[in-house]
Structures are given as C-alpha cells and as structure tokens.
C-alpha cells in the first residue's frame, strides 16, 4: 500500500506505475472517492463541533432561565443529531471502500526496472558457469529420479490429486540435506533460523499482499479463518503486524522454513511433467525488515540475492540472473531479480529464486513500524528472496550432476549433510 498523501500529490506517477504494471485500478476513482471522503469527513466533524457549541450554549440558557432560547437551541441540536445520524454509517462505508482500492494500489518501480508486458520482456544481466553439455544420453530430471526410485508420483496423486508427489530414499535426504544446508549457511551470516507456521489468518496475506489480489492461489482451512501460506514470507510479515520496533534492532534478518501450498490457478496443462510446478513443496526464505532509506534496501537487496548466489555455486549449479520487468513483477516490487537455473533436458534457464525489494508497501499494509533516532515513527521497508526451493532445485541437481554410468554426483556442499554420501545410484 502506499501513502494515500503520496497517492494525492503523484497522481500520474501512481497511474504510470499501474499502467506498466498491466494493474487496472482507477486512480481517478480512487482519488474521486477519497475527495469525498474528505468532504464527509469535514461536514461530521462540523456538526459534532457544532453540537459541543450548542451544548454550552443550551447550559448557559438554562442558567439564565432563558426557556424560549433553550428549547430552540435542543431543537437545532436534535437536526444535528439527526444529520449525524445518516452521513456517519455512510462515511464509514466510504472509508471501507477507499481502504479496499488502496489495499490495489501498485508499488513504484525503480527507474532502473525494465519497463515490459510480460516474462518475455525480462532482462537477463549476469550469467555464471556453462549451461551443462553431456557426452552420452542424459536423462531429464523425471527419468532419473524414476530410474533410482526417487519419486513416486501415481500414488501421490492418489491421494492428493493432481501436481503431487513422494520424495523417495535418497531424494528425500536430498530435500532434507538442501534445507539443512541452506538454513547452515543463512545462520553463519547472523540471519535468525525460523520455523513457522503454514497456516495464517488473513491479515497476514493482506499484509504480505497476496490478499485480496492473489487470493485465488491461496488454499483456505474450512471455517477456520485460517489460509494455508505459498511462502513463509507470508507468516513472517504476519508475526510483526502493528508492532512499533526500535531502529537498533534492525535490521531484522531471518532464514524462515516453511511448508509451502498454492493453488497454481491458471497455470492448467503447464510444467505438468514431474516436480516444477506442484502444490505443496519446501522452501527456506530469506526475508529482510530494515530502516526506511533506500541505500539500505538497495544494500540488503544485494546482500539477499548474493547469499542465493552463493548457495547456488556450492551446488555447481550453472544459472543466471535477470532484471523483472514492470509487467512480471507484480505490485509490491520496487525491483525483483529472479534466479534461473540451466535446466538440461530442458535447453534452457528456469527460474528457482525471486529476490524482491518492496520499501514499505508491505509495512504499511501489515502497520510494522520503527522508532529512528529522532524518534520520529516509520513503517519498515521490507525484502525477501529465495534460499532453496525444493524440489524444485533438485531438477538442475540431478540433471547437472548426472554421470555416464547413470549415477548422480553429490555436491561437496552437502555430503556433511548425508553422511559424507558422494553419489546416488
Ligand atoms: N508451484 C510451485 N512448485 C514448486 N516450486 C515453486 C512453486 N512456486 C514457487 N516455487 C519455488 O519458490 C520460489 C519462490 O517463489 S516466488 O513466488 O517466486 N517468490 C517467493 O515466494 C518469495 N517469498 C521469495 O522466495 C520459486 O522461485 C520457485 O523455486
């Protein structure tokens, strides 16, 4: 959400952020409706000022026993009563409605954001290792993990229906190595291990932002006013709502663990192949609450998508990154730089990171504050990115460290966390 005074004085730049961002909201009819708001407002506030004036003015008649003034005055008092009566319950609808087109309002992108319609218009601007070449038939990541039973997907899908799966033997230890690992090495760099709840109540999408927008992808807990989270961003962003913090405790950094759960709506008969696109997968998230300056973000933007770099070369993970642009970042972005892996099979990169930088759109929606050292009160800017997703990121694993003999070459990185294991198969 941004600053509806902000909003009030920057209408065209509101307006070009909505435009490049394909969001549709009206910010002519949010504006027009906020004017009369202000009017509604004004005119209740009148009258109330107006009624403490009779109210005095009523004792004072009495006490000069002026019972013709007295009475008139009770009667101009009652038509206030009256007026009040009917513009309040319209001006708290009113104020309802202009909250709900607020929650719509998209973030301003940097100037540094590429400016296009969709994925297709993304700028890729670091590339790091060679896309994977074999020199004997190399299998994609379903094959593999068929052929050393690593999944087993007909009986997932028994059970929970379509975009399931079991994690089997080794590529269960394997998701468990990749959590352990990423958690390790977030926890060296002073960020806070976390592990939260799945389930949330709705303020906390609507303070994170997947709510009312992205609702449709959120699973919901039958009448239990409780929504199952697609990231832990969502949980986190939830635990901090309408807390006033002190600017020494920032930055707040935390690697948050969670059980991950979307509806995946409108993405029917895509990446239906093996594990890209599930409902339910494991990620560990970095997410950062710093001051309200810009450098800072920047900074920790940086520093958030550095650490998945970081993660992802001890993978041996050939990837690139690209620059999102306004048309596939969604609302709260200020910026968004997405990992993408070389997938082999596949011929081409693919995303397994989003490291976003939001200033205080979310803040502001989840009322997450700071005192400076002014004293002076601010919403936090937030940022987040990927750790690991898994099983996602098992995808370019296995397929990049395939053998010739079938086997699949385990990282160094993560044979602590597997027994010193050096391969599977
Ligand atoms: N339906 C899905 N199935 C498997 N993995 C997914 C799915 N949706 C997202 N992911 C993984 O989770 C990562 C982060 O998801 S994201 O929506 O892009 N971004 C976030 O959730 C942010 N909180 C940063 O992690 C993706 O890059 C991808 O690796």
Known sequence: MLDLAFIRSNPDIVKEAARVKNNSLDIDALLALDQQVITLQKEVEEARARQNQLSKQIQQAAKEKNTELRTSLIADGKQLAETIKEKEP?????????????????????????????????V???????????????LDHYDLMQKWNLVDIERAVKVAGSRSYVLKGDAARLELALINFAMDKMAKKGFTPLIVPSMARDFA?????????????????????????????VSITGMYKDEILKYEELPLKFVGYSPCFRQEAGTYGKDTRGV??????????QYIMCQADHQESLYWFEQLLSN????????ELPYRVINVCTGDMGDGKVGMYDIECWIPSEGRYRETHSCSYLHDWQARRANIRYRDEDGKVKFV?????????????????????????????????????????????
């Open 90 to 122: 319209l001006l708290n609808r009113l104020v309802d409605e202009r909250y709900n087109l607020l929650l719509l309002v998209p973030n301003i992108p940097d100037p540094s954001v590429p400016v296009g319609k969709d994925e297709s218009e993304n």
């Open 124 to 138: 890729p601007f670091k590339y790091w290792g060679e896309p994977t070449t074999f020199d004997f038939p190399a």
């Open 205 to 233: 999408f609507i303070g994170n932002g997947q709510f009312p927008k992205g609702r449709d992808q959120v699973y919901e807990v039958k009448d239990q006013e409780l929504f199952l989270v697609g990231t832990a961003e």
């Open 276 to 285: 890209f696109r599930i409902h339910q997968f494991n990620k560990v998230e």
């Open 308 to 315: 998945a770099e970081e993660l992802i070369q001890a993978l």
């Open 381 to 425: 800017h937030t940022l987040n990115n990927t750790a690991i997703a898994s099983p996602r990121i098992l995808i370019p694993l296995l397929e990049t460290h395939q053998q010739a003999d079938g086997r699949i070459r385990i990282p160094e990185a993560l044979r602590p966390y597997l027994g010193g294991q050096e391969y599977i198969g």
